[in-house]
Nanobody
Framework: QVQLVESGGGLVQPGGSLMLSCAAS????????MAWHRQAPGKQRELVAV???????NYADSVEGRFTISRDNAKNTVYLQMNSLKPEDTAVYYC??????????????WGQGTQVTVSS
């Protein structure tokens, strides 16, 4: 079993910043890619940013230059620094990790989600 616990969401004014964190725990041997997704009301879940085990990253066009994804492998934690936030960034943000367990199995695990609201 692997658990992902997110923190850092909340209400922020347009132009403001937030940092999300997601810590993985459980029977972890290694974590491959880690990512943040988001889902706004009435919309499909979309990929925001991904960071691979080697450190390379990819971003959605809508957040490129404003958001930064990073990870601390020693802590099994992924972060999302969000700057210059816009009302359209309002969504529930979910972290995702592709985990190799100590039993040798590989599967994707999701966090429970954290609400980010950008509003004046």
């Amino acid at each position: 079993q692997v658990q992902l616990v997110e923190s850092g969401g909340g209400l922020v004014q347009p132009g403001g910043s937030l940092m999300l964190s997601c810590a993985a725990s459980g029977n972890i041997f290694r974590i491959n890619d880690m990512a943040w997704h988001r889902q706004a009301p009435g919309k499909q879940r979309e990929l925001v940013a991904v960071i691979f085990s080697g450190g390379s990253t990819n971003y959605a066009d809508s957040v490129e230059g404003r958001f930064t994804i990073s990870r601390d492998n020693a802590k099994n934690t992924v972060y999302l620094q969000m700057n210059s936030l816009k009302p359209e960034d309002t969504a529930v943000y979910y972290c995702y990790a592709r985990v190799v367990t100590t039993a040798g199995t590989t599967y994707g695990s999701w966090g429970q989600g954290t609400q980010v609201t950008v509003s004046s």
